[in-house]
């Protein structure tokens, strides 16, 4: 253990240090079709499992239970329940956001998992578990196969 | 097969910032705090084997585990590296004295956040890249979404999460390893600015620098080394799901589980009764009524309630998080689980100083590996 330490702040020195992480991450077999359904079709997908009979949304290739391969694609809908939410008031680096941003845990009827996503068209005050909600998406030339092709879900009517 | 003991605990302290020492040298204090705590062993004659918990992102360094050795003594010694919280460590330690192929092993981990220029974006790194991490923002909006969650379920309250705050910033004030302490209200939590509601910026552990080493022994030698050695009971850990759609979102099932394990290895079976207190992690303040609860240490919806009857306090009969936790003592990243052993450890050899809880022989300290997993760890400890 040092026994002499360092007294003047003024010595204290750092070298600094950046880290270059780029990736590009692959879809896969099962997240390249989930995509481009929502890209091409307006489509949230779910997939089946043949043992415990659960869908699981997004759709993937495999049961989480079961560990068995999952081949059976279902449609199903745009609209959702919200499960949870949050509001945030603050941006990744702590600073205040100018407008709060809602995300939300949205569950579909009669399947397993969800969506997370942003909430939009929504009073702060009209925010509850449970709220029913249906995907808004981007025009279809502007979607690129990506979570935000969907834009955020609004109030269903 | 041997039983196994905690024998030494050495630690650096908690400090919000420390420009003057390198993670090194921070392990290094600790490991010597440690290895003389053990009866003064020598790491290059006495240490079997070595562990370190540590992880490459929140180092700054690409293969971490390859920068351990010279600092604890263990140049050419039989090292593991632990991606994971410390009490899943533990119970790697627990395990290799267990095969009998180690008698003395010593098992470390830091954390230096203040380090790292851009600590959310790592954890925001640790998000799905696909599904999630494209919405952007701060990480901790998955806490606010899981507190509402859970405090709709139990009907424990926002008030009540507060209450915990003021409790472990209260009991971290006498804590001379604590970076957070604080004598403030329960309205001052409530009052804070929201962060992702219903968290308020209060309601959130701030990280720490700083650095704990802990070494345990088979029973065979843990009394040549330290007259009260701590004896680890039980342990377990459980790994539910990275996916914030399918994970569990009502209760802690991760430590339900491992609680469940170490509780059947040290042959506990009503913790509420048997247990004298515990450590658990509150990286948010609703995490410690949430961890109580899968503990097992009281009902699901209770914990609120038995905080706001004081009962977790310091002098109640179950007292929780005496060291202060994560609010009181600060957010060491992968430490956090050390930070609770080490002061069920203190605790259990009465040498807790003026937070001194009297009479206790059995103390559980609970970990999670924190946003957005769904990790985590438990430890039965007892004196006796």
């Known amino acids: 253990m040092a026994t002499e330490k360092i007294l003047d702040v003024r010595r204290m020195t750092h070298w600094p240090g950046h880290m270059e992480a780029d990736y590009i991450y692959t879809l896969g077999i099962a997240g390249e079709r989930f995509f481009r359904e929502i890209k091409e079709n307006g489509r949230i997908s779910g997939a089946k499992c043949k043992q415990c009979g659960q869908i699981f949304v997004p759709a993937r290739l495999y049961c989480e239970k079961c560990f068995d391969k999952l081949t059976e694609w279902v449609d199903i809908g745009t609209k959702g329940r919200v499960y949870t939410f949050t509001v945030a008031y603050v941006d990744i680096k702590g600073e205040k956001l100018e407008e709060p941003i809602i995300y939300a845990l949205i569950k579909f009827d009669g399947t397993v998992g969800g969506l997370v996503h942003k909430l939009g068209e929504v009073a702060l005050c009209d925010l509850r578990v449970g709220l029913p909600v249906e995907a808004v998406f981007k025009p279809q030339p502007d979607r690129t196969a990506n979570i935000n092709d969907i834009k955020y879900f609004k109030p269903a009517k | ?384």
């Open chain 2, 1 to 384: 097969m041997s039983d196994v003991a905690i024998v030494g605990v050495g630690c650096t302290g908690f400090k919000s910032v420390t420009p003057d020492v390198s993670y090194k040298e921070m392990m290094f204090e600790a490991a010597t705090r440690a290895y003389q705590d053990a009866g003064n062993i020598s790491p290059r004659k006495d240490i079997d084997a070595f562990i370190s918990v540590a992880e490459d992102y929140w180092e700054g360094i690409s293969i971490f585990d390859e920068f351990v050795p010279d600092q604890l003594g263990a140049v050419m010694g039989h090292l593991f590296t632990i991606c994971g919280d410390s009490i899943i460590g533990l119970s790697t330690a627990y395990m290799l004295i267990k095969t009998g192929y180690f008698d003395v092993v010593a098992l470390e981990s830091h954390g230096k956040p203040s380090d790292l220029l851009t600590l959310y974006d790592v954890v925001s790194f640790a998000m799905d890249p696909v599904l999630n991490r494209p919405l952007g923002g701060h990480p901790f909006y998955v806490g606010g979404m899981e507190m509402n969650r859970f405090l709709c379920e139990t009907g424990n309250t926002k008030e009540q999460c507060a209450m915990v705050v003021a409790k472990n910033k209260g009991n971290a004030l006498p804590n001379p390893y604590a970076a957070y302490g604080a004598d403030i209200e329960v309205e001052d939590v409530l009052c804070s600015n929201p962060y992702f509601y219903p968290l308020n910026r209060l309601d959130i552990s701030q990280p720490a620098d700083g650095g704990i080493v802990l070494v345990l022994a088979s029973s065979e030698v843990a009394h040549k080394l330290n007259d009260n050695p701590i004896w680890v009971r039980g342990v377990g850990w459980i790994c539910e799901t990275p996916s914030l759609e399918t994970r569990c979102w009502s209760e802690a099932i991760y430590a339900r589980m491992a609680a469940q394990m170490a509780y059947k290895k040290a042959g506990i079976n009503t913790p509420s009764r048997e247990v004298d207190f515990a450590e658990v992690d509150d990286m948010f303040s609703y995490k410690e009524l949430q961890h109580m609860e899968a503990l097992r240490l009281c009902g699901k919806g209770q914990a609120g309630k038995l905080t706001e009857e004081g009962v977790t306090r310091i002098d109640g009969d179950l007292p929780i998080n005496p060291s202060g936790g994560m609010l009181g003592m600060g957010w060491p990243l992968e430490a956090s689980g050390m930070q609770r052993l080490l002061e069920v450890v203190l605790q259990l050899r009465g040498e807790a100083g003026s937070r001194q809880l009297p009479d206790v022989e059995v103390g559980v300290a609970q970990s999670w590996r924190g946003v957005p997993t769904t990790t985590g760890a438990v430890a039965v400890l007892s004196n006796c």
